[in-house]
C-alpha cells in the first residue's frame, strides 16, 4: 500500500514536471543544440529514488553503502533491469557534498571510457545503414580521412588501418611514448603549437611517429583509436560526432539527456554531480596552458577532446536503456540488427578485444569507464539481470575499482529472493512514444 501511495504522488511530480518543461520550451523556442523536441518530450525520462525503497532490494541497499563507506565515494547512481524490465534506479551519497544535495537516479555523471561503447554503437549504425563498411580504410589517399590534412604520415602501414582495427584496438598505437590523449603540453611543444590542442593537432602527432605493431596484429587498448572514430562518424554522416550520436542512436531512444560533459566546474550541467577526487590528491597544469594549477577532475583534462573515447555524461537510468537497445536480450527492441550486436561482442580471433565492450565472458559483457573524479561499469548477464553503476569520486586504484563494484553488487543480487513483475520504464512517455515521434533533423 505504501509502495502504490509512493507511486501516486510521484506520478503527480512528474506530470507537473512535464507541464512545466512544456510551457518553457512553448515560451522561448528552441533547447539545446539546435533541436526542437516535441513538447512532451523535453527530456530524458526522470524518475527518483523513492521508487526503489523497496524491501525485496535491502540486500542490494545494504551492500552498494558498504562499498561507498569503504571507498569514501561522495555517492553513485544504480540502475537495474530484469528482463529488460527496470526495477530498481537509486541515488546513494551526495550528487554535491558542500550543499548537501543528494544523488537522484536522473543525475548525470561522467561515464569517461563507456563512451568507447556510445561511439562503436554510432559506427554500427552506419554500418547497418549502408554507409560505411568495417574493413573500409581510415587513411590515405583512398580512405574515410583522406583530407590533406590527414595525409602527413611517415609510415606507410597507416593505409592499412580500417574502421574494425579502431573499435578492436589493432590499430597499431601503444602507449611506448605516451597516450597522446593526455599529453597535450608534449603535443603543443612538438608542433609549435600554442595549447589547447584539437583533436587534428593530435591526430598530426600521432602521425608523425612510426606505428608500434601492424594493424590487425593485436589489440592494445588505445583512446586516441576511438577519438578518431569520432572523426569517421563526422566524415561519413556529414554532422557533428555528438549530433549525430544523439540524433541517430540516443533520441530514437528517448534518450535526450546524454550530451559531451565540459571540463570545468562552472561548465557542469544543471543536473550534473560535482567529482571529487582522492583526499592525497596532487594539483595538475591547466590543459589550456593558462599556467594555473589545477584538480585533474576540473582542468586536468579536456573532456571535450575526449569526446568519443570518453567525454560523454549520462545517467544511470539513460546508460540502462541505451544497453538494454544492443544487448541482443529478445525481452526490449534493439537499435542494432542482431548480426551486427553479435559482431560486437565477438572477437574476431582469440585475444583480440571486442568492439565497444571491454570483456565478454561467461558472466557477462562489460563495459567499465575511470576518470579523475569519477568511476562507471555497465553489465549485460546471460541470466537477464543489466545494470550501470556510476560513481562521482576517484580512487587510487584506477581502474581496478571496476572490480570492487562488481564484486559489491554481485553480493547484493545474491540476497535478492523475488524479482519485481513492474516496469518503471512503464512510467516513460519518451518510451511509449517513440516510434511515433517526428524524425529529428539538425
Not at 562499498?67 to 551519497?93: D, H, Q, T
Not at 541517430?248 to 544543471?270: A, C, K, T
Not at 520504464?425 to 519518451?430: A, E, K, P
Request: charged share 20%; hydrophobic share 40%; net charge neutral.
Amino acid at each position: 500500500m505504501k509502495l502504490i501511495i509512493k507511486l501516486v504522488f510521484t506520478l503527480i511530480i512528474v506530470a507537473i514536471g512535464w507541464i512545466s518543461e512544456a510551457y518553457f520550451i512553448s515560451s522561448h523556442g528552441l533547447f539545446g543544440n539546435d533541436f526542437n523536441p516535441p513538447l512532451n518530450h523535453p527530456t530524458s525520462f526522470h524518475i527518483n529514488s523513492l521508487f526503489s525503497d523497496v524491501e525485496n532490494f535491502m540486500p542490494l541497499d545494504k551492500q552498494i553503502q558498504r562499498f561507498i563507506n569503504r571507498e569514501n565515494m561522495a555517492g553513485a547512481s544504480v540502475a537495474l533491469a530484469y528482463n529488460g524490465r527496470l526495477v530498481y534506479a537509486k541515488g546513494f551519497g551526495y550528487a554535491d557534498v558542500e550543499n548537501k544535495i543528494s544523488i537522484e537516479p536522473y543525475n548525470l555523471f561522467r561515464v569517461a571510457s563507456i563512451s568507447k561503447l556510445v561511439t562503436a554503437t554510432g559506427i554500427m549504425k552506419l554500418v547497418e545503414d549502408g554507409y560505411l563498411t568495417l574493413n573500409q580504410k581510415v587513411f590515405g589517399e583512398h580512405g574515410i580521412l583522406n583530407d590533406p590534412k590527414y595525409l602527413h604520415y611517415i609510415d606507410p602501414r597507416i593505409e592499412n588501418i580500417t574502421v574494425i582495427n579502431l573499435l578492436n584496438h589493432s590499430g597499431g598505437w601503444t602507449t611506448r611514448w605516451g597516450d597522446p590523449m593526455f599529453m597535450p603540453t608534449v603535443i603543443a611543444r612538438k608542433l609549435h603549437k600554442a595549447l589547447p590542442v584539437s583533436e587534428d593537432d593530435i591526430i598530426e602527432f600521432v602521425l608523425s611517429k612510426r606505428l608500434h605493431f601492424k594493424p590487425g596484429g593485436m589489440s592494445y587498448y588505445s583512446n586516441f583509436g576511438f577519438m578518431v572514430l569520432g572523426k569517421v562518424i563526422e566524415k561519413t554522416s556529414g554532422m557533428p560526432y555528438e549530433a549525430y550520436i544523439q540524433t541517430h542512436v540516443l533520441y530514437p531512444l528517448g534518450i535526450f539527456d546524454m550530451q559531451i560533459g565540459g571540463s570545468y566546474l562552472e561548465e557542469r550541467n544543471s543536473s550534473e554531480v560535482k567529482y571529487y577526487e582522492p583526499e592525497e590528491t596532487f594539483f595538475v597544469e591547466d590543459y589550456r596552458g593558462s599556467g594555473q594549477q589545477v584538480l585533474r577532475a576540473y582542468g586536468g583534462n579536456d573532456i571535450k577532446t575526449l569526446g568519443a573515447c570518453g567525454g560523454w555524461l549520462a545517467s544511470s537510468t539513460d546508460l540502462l536503456k541505451m544497453m538494454l537497445a544492443i544487448d541482443g536480450n529478445k525481452n526490449t527492441p534493439d537499435i542494432l540488427k542482431e548480426s551486427l550486436i553479435n559482431k560486437m561482442v565477438t572477437p574476431v580471433e582469440i585475444g583480440m578485444s571486442p568492439l565497444g565492450w571491454r570483456r565478454i565472458n561467461r558472466q557477462g559483457w562489460f563495459r567499465t569507464g575511470t576518470l579523475s573524479g569519477s568511476s562507471a561499469l555497465m553489465v549485460s548477464k546471460p541470466n537477464g539481470i543489466s545494470y550501470v553503476v556510476l560513481c562521482n569520486s576517484g580512487s587510487w586504484k584506477g581502474p581496478k575499482l571496476s572490480n570492487d563494484i562488481f564484486r559489491a553488487m554481485e553480493k547484493g543480487l545474491k540476497g535478492i529472493k523475488e524479482w519485481p513483475e513492474y516496469d518503471l520504464f512503464s512510467l516513460d512517455n519518451n518510451k511509449k512514444k517513440t516510434k511515433c515521434r517526428q524524425e529529428i533533423i539538425f
